[in-house]
Each structure stands twice: as C-alpha cells, then as structure tokens.
T-cell receptor, first 113, second 111 residues
C-alpha cells in the first residue's frame, strides 16, 4: 500500500496565524481526503481534493478557513487559517487505493494557544 | 447521507479473552466496510476490511462479519493481547467516496 508522509507532525501556533500541512504520497492517487480528529473524538471529513479541480468541502467546512491545494497526483496541502483554540485537533490526510482500501498519514497534531 | 453507529464506546477484557465491536450503518448503497486501529499519537491503521459481496473475512486473530439485511457489521478479536489495546474505528462508504466513521471503541486488554 501507499506510504503517506505528513508534515509537520505537530505544531503549537498562536491564535490568528495560519498553518499549512503537507501530505506527500509515494504513488499517484486520484483522490486525497483531509480529515479532522478533535481530541478524543472520531474522524470528520473536511474536504476531498482531486488534482486539477477545486476541492469539495463537507458541510461545516469552508474554503476560506481550510484552503486546499492539489498541484499533482502525489501531493496536497491543507491550510488552517486564522486559527483559534477550537482548531486544536489532529489533521489527517488519506488516499483511496481501490482494492487496498483507504490509507492514512500519521497526522499533524495542532495546538493553538 | 451515511450514518455509522458504533458500540461499545469502551471495552475492557482480560488477556486471552475475545472482544467484539459492533457497528450499524444507514445507507444501503454502502459496499465497503473497513476497520481501523489507532494507537496513541498515530494515524489510523487499516486492520481488516470487508466488501458487501462477502459475509465474513478472517485474518489470523481478527475477523469481520457483515449482515447486509440488518445493515450491521462486527469486528471480532480472539485471544486478545495487551498490544491490542487501542481505539478501534469502523467506517462505511459507497465506494470512491468519503469514509464515514463510527465514534470509536477504546479497547483495554489487561494482562
């Protein structure tokens, strides 16, 4: 299965600033997904990113707050903008590998102070 | 849209016992049902999955069963070991779409 590298693995940020999270896959994939996992909670999909088109956002998530780039078939970024303490979560990227299922990166643990 | 419920939220067993986690889903179009194990500080790891054309799948100590009529699927872990302690998530999807996750089960295996 694909190997996903996420950077940074963790960060502590000041409120009002922005953080860009990178997701690199070692093989080409059509669909990449960004999830948020709030402390002690399950995973919630933020958006689906396809190369060459605008990301599709889930209800409750907007592009101005979580802009996403997908410049090629192996890379994507998620930016968390104008952060507040409520944005403190683990952010995970995932790829759909067909018969191999959905693979997740190790996540970015974000703390906003 | 799809909704996945998962029970129990916590499960404590003695080493060597079996553990069962159950999930129900709402969308009859869902056809892929993975199970993930998440250890502290790590991303979810796929441990087993099942597709709607199969009723049961087994991989060593882990098995998953699917009842399409009742829209529920279960994870079975036999001969549990302390290293099985983690949070387990079920999920469902209609394929090439987003995964919808259950709320998670914290499994604690005591030596």
């Amino acid at each position: 299965s694909a190997v996903i590298s996420q950077k940074p693995s963790r960060d502590i940020c000041q409120r009002g600033t922005s953080l860009t999270i990178q997701c690199q896959v070692d093989s080409q994939v059509t669909m990449m997904f960004w999830y948020r996992q709030q402390p002690g909670q399950s995973l919630t999909l933020i958006a689906t990113a396809n190369q060459g088109s605008e990301a599709t956002y889930e209800s409750g998530f907007v592009i101005d707050k979580f802009p996403i780039s997908r410049p090629n078939l192996t890379f994507s970024t998620l930016t968390v903008s104008n952060m507040s303490p409520e944005d403190s979560s683990i952010y995970l990227c995932s790829v759909d590998q067909g018969d191999y299922g959905y693979t997740f990166g190790s996540g970015t643990r974000l703390t906003v102070v | 849209g799809e909704n996945v419920e998962q029970h129990p939220s916590t499960l404590s067993v003695q080493e060597g016992d079996s553990a069962v986690i159950k999930c129900t889903y709402s969308d009859s179009a869902s056809n892929y049902f993975p199970w993930y194990k998440q250890e502290l500080g790590k991303g979810p790891q796929l441990i087993i999955d099942i597709r709607s054309n199969v009723g049961e799948k087994k991989d060593q100590r882990i098995a998953v069963t699917l009842n399409k009529t009742a829209k529920h699927f279960s994870l079975h872990i036999t001969e549990t070991q302390p290293e099985d302690s983690a949070v387990y998530f079920c999920a469902a999807t209609a394929g090439f779409q987003k995964l919808v996750f259950g709320t998670g089960t914290r499994l604690l295996v005591s030596p």
